[in-house]
């Protein structure tokens, strides 16, 4: 094979060098086409690429957050204009959604998620793609290091780092960088716009003063919606603390309870084998007595027999002698055999029942064990302290029922006693599961709950519920709320409640507000760290509430 001639081989290094620049040529011209396709799918007011884009009358695009959150701002001045045009509209403007445009934007992003996006090249590098450093605003061109350097160091020409909206950050109307912030439109304006454009005598900013207001303004905002988060996040905490131990309260329950139903069962076996063996012995020891019975009323059977047939040989003897002279014992011997037979009969003794129903009794005892199996609870017997009671509120000779009075009582005033209309129960609670019942039935108005005794009793900060130290249930007209340090939540249904019942669990933490309708209704819970002794409170503001236990 001959060798290659020189010619030949400069020839095919010329037409790879020539090949090589084509293809930079074609990666520059690609890398531009994404970069203007870009800059035109840029939102003028946030700077990125469109997010949901609507349409305004005069033709411009925006996200829809982004105008809203302008036109929200004009809504005070009574004047709507478009950032892009200044166009202006007498009504806020309907948003049109651009479904075009948006089609386009998710197809640009898509492509750009398949493939690595390029980079910012250098605008005047047209024979290989060199990386851009700076981009002229002015000149609306990148610079690569190179041209950087010959590049005009004029004011005008504004140098910022690579962007890919360079048209974006100059007027659109007078061809200007923006270097101002129009505080009453909320929009970027250039030099000429405060001179001779439509922003002519508004109030401006510095562009970097006005960002570091509005960046002061988002850290603040920030700071609230990392407050309102932590809370959030708290709070789902504590209900996950309150969750857990309510799972595992359920599961000591699930367990306690499972243990009584087994120990039920275990006692009912035992009282079952107990009373069928007692059964058995007595039928035993009664077939035994009674089988001998029959064994001797047999053999007097057969005596009686023996007798029967002598006499019926002396009624046929004819020598009245001989008859005479037989011992005449046939009366005697029927009277004690009479005698000896009704004794008899009843030594033959009969089942027990006495004893089997002493046995059976048992279950009461099993049954009365179950309710103490899961819960000692008994309804808490409590009286109104007449001590506490609000001078316009009655009580009842025998310390059950309080009602409003439009009278005066005439009580002393002391330390203890309720300016309005509350009173507390005598009996406090430091331990332990209580519930009390109250008829709430001729009142619309009313609140129970419990409170420590350190609550106060002046004031309006003295209504249950509404401080730290009370916890309450309130009626008013047809309204159920619940409240506790002045917090209060409306529950979310209407019911018809004739009788409210408190359960308390102090060691627990938890008290519980019932509705005793048909079904029963539980109504709200809170989960407190008691710290002190709690008293029933009644509050009532019309009619009467009646202690039932």
């Not at 059964?279 to 035993?284: A, D, L, M, N, Y």
């Not at 001729?442 to 916890?471: I, P």
């Not at 809170?526 to 503001?541: D, K, M, N, R, S």
Request: aromatic content about 8%; glycine content about 4%.
């Amino acid at each position: 094979m001959e060798p290659f001639s020189d010619q030949f081989v400069m020839f095919m290094i010329v037409a790879s060098m020539e090949e090589d620049q084509d293809r930079g040529r074609q990666i520059s011209a690609s890398a531009m086409e994404s970069a203007d396709l870009k800059e035109e799918l840029v939102c003028s007011i946030c700077l990125n690429i469109y997010t949901d884009p609507v349409t305004l009358r005069c033709g411009h695009n925006f996200c829809r957050g982004c105008i809203n959150r302008v036109l929200d701002t004009q809504e005070e001045l009574e004047v709507y204009t478009c950032p892009e045009c200044r166009a202006k509209f007498k009504k806020r403007p309907a948003l049109k959604k651009n479904i075009t445009l948006c089609n386009i934007v998710k197809s640009f992003l898509s492509t750009r998620s398949d493939q690595e996006e390029p980079g910012i090249f250098c605008t005047y590098c047209v024979d290989s793609p060199v990386p851009a450093t700076k981009s002229c605003l002015h000149c609306e061109a990148h610079l690569c290091e190179k041209h950087l350097r010959v590049h005009s160091k004029s004011a005008d020409h504004v140098l910022s780092n690579p962007t890919t909206s360079l048209g974006k950050r100059k007027c659109s109307v007078h061809k200007e960088v923006f270097k101002y912030y129009c505080t009453e439109d909320s929009s970027c304006i250039c030099v000429s716009c405060t001179v001779a454009g439509d922003h002519r005598g508004h109030q401006v900013e510095m562009l970097y003063e006005a960002s570091e207001k509005k960046k002061e303004k988002l850290r603040d905002y920030l700071q609230k919606l990392t407050t309102k988060r932590e809370e959030i996040e708290n709070r789902a905490q504590s209900l996950q603390v309150h969750r857990r131990k309510d799972l595992e309260k359920a599961a000591a329950v699930t367990e306690r309870v499972t243990a009584l139903f087994r120990d039920i069962r275990r006692q009912l076996d035992d009282l079952e084998k107990r009373v069928l063996t007692e059964i058995s012995k007595q039928e035993e020891r009664v077939s035994l007595s009674v089988a001998d019975l029959i064994q001797k009323l047999e053999t007097k059977k057969e005596e009686l027999s023996r007798k029967i047939r002598h006499i019926e040989v002396l009624c046929n003897v004819s020598d009245p002698v001989n008859v005479l002279q037989e011992p005449d014992t046939g009366d005697l011997c029927e009277t004690q055999n009479r005698k000896r037979h009704h004794t008899q009969v009843h030594d033959g003794g009969d089942l027990d029942v006495g004893l089997i129903s002493g046995t059976l009794h048992t279950l009461s005892d099993i049954i009365a064990g179950i309710s103490t199996g899961v819960y000692v609870q008994e309804p808490a017997h409590i009286l109104l302290d007449v001590n506490t009671a609000g001078d316009l509120v009655q009580i009842s000779d025998d310390n059950k029922v309080a009602s409003r009075s439009d009278v005066t009582q005439n009580r002393p005033e002391t330390r203890e006693r309720f300016q309005y209309y509350q009173v507390l129960s005598i009996r406090k609670f430091s331990s332990g599961r209580h519930y009390w019942e109250v008829d709430v039935k001729k009142s619309e108005y009313w609140r129970v709950g419990m409170c420590y005794a350190s609550m106060g009793r002046r004031g309006y900060q003295s209504h249950v519920g509404y401080n730290s130290r009370s916890w309450g249930l309130r009626r008013y007209d047809t309204q159920y709320t619940v409240i506790h340090d002045n917090e209060s939540i409306e529950l979310p249904y209407n019911i018809p409640c004739d009788r409210v019942r408190v359960f308390l669990d102090y060691e627990a933490g938890q008290l519980s507000f019932y509705s005793l309708c048909h079904p029963i209704r539980h109504l709200h819970t809170f989960y407190i760290t008691f710290t002190e002794p709690l008293h029933a409170v009644l509050g009532v503001w019309g009619g009467c509430l009646k202690l039932t236990w």
